[in-house]
């Protein structure tokens, strides 16, 4: 088996680490339709550097070896139909997007077959295009839920990456795998979010590290009764990318922008898991809505003095 094409799906942070990997070693096409494949087409800026991958409809995209899927959580829903068209018999898919729930929601389209369980670390920031540094990314991490371990698929995905630049490793664990990093989104991505500070707040605040562990006891309860033995992933899922004390995750950069946050796939998944399993949630629940509420107040929600001049006006 040897993988010849690739398209991916979702050009920000993550998929620019592919793009800028794979440039040369593959056909490599980005999906892009209407205005955002003539954006597409302007090229991808990353680390200073245009890159100008070809851009595919689904249709075009058809029968491709691998396809990437590296969306925000969204954005899922509105295009299983896309990925339902690139996906042939013989299609990998790579999910490479937060939370533990997306290879499910695409597995029911496709097929679960077609999957290969897969996460990705990477501290990026969009600033004059995307940044990240490829010395200290951890990358990608993928693998088979079950035994050969060393399946066909798992050796032609590294002979993929190989001498690409892109920092990858198999995984017998590939499921606590993606729960460890679940957990690292939820207890360090969330909390700061809500506060508006770097990171360095979880070292300097007693206060955050409090709020930090009640969301970390929450998920690893739900963890253990879903049978996920978190412990088999913490000696290789502790290593991560040097980060400034500054440093602002995903959830925090999306408020910042005044985007919606990806916190449905977050404490939202949490906080429905806790009802089927009868387990509690109350740190998740409190700091969904609060990540929801700072959404609503960058909608402009709460601009009661603009209400109060335009009232005013009216008089």
Known sequence: MEIKTVAVLGAGAVGSY?????????????????????????????????????????????????????????????????????????????????????????????????????LIKIASRKENGYRF??????????GELQAPYQSKRVQAIESLFENTGIHFRASE?????????????????LPQAILGAGVGCYRDSEHMKF????????LETIAHAKGIDL???????????????????STLQDLDAKRHSEIDMFSGALIKMGKELHIPTPYNEYTY??????????????????ENQRNMCSK
């Open 133 to 142: 540094d490829p010395e200290t990314t951890i990358g990608i991490v993928f």
């Open 289 to 306: 809505h609060m990540i929801k509420a700072l959404e609503e107040k960058n909608d402009g929600l709460f601009d009661y003095d603009q």
């Open 211 to 218: 709020i930090q562990g009640g969301l970390r006891h929450e």
């Open 231 to 249: 412990s088999k992933a913490d000696s290789s899922s502790s290593r991560g990318s040097a980060v400034p004390a500054s440093a602002r995750y």
């Open 18 to 118: 592919i793009i800028w990997g794979l440039d040369k070693k593959v056909k490599l096409g980005v999906i892009g339709e209407g205005e955002r494949a003539k954006r597409l087409q302007k090229g991808c800026l990353i680390n200073d550097q245009m890159y100008y991958p070809e851009v595919w409809s689904p249709t075009e995209a058809h029968g491709v070896d691998l396809l990437i899927v590296s969306l925000k959580y969204c954005a899922l829903k509105d295009v299983l139909k896309s990925i339902q068209t690139i996906v042939d018999d013989h299609t990998i898919v790579m999910s490479l997007m937060n939370g533990v729930d997306s290879e499910e929601i695409i597995g029911e389209a496709i097929g679960k077959e077609h999957l290969m369980p897969s």
């Open 173 to 189: 664990y590939i499921q606590e795998e993606i729960w460890s990093k679940f957990r690292l989104n939820v207890c360090n991505n």
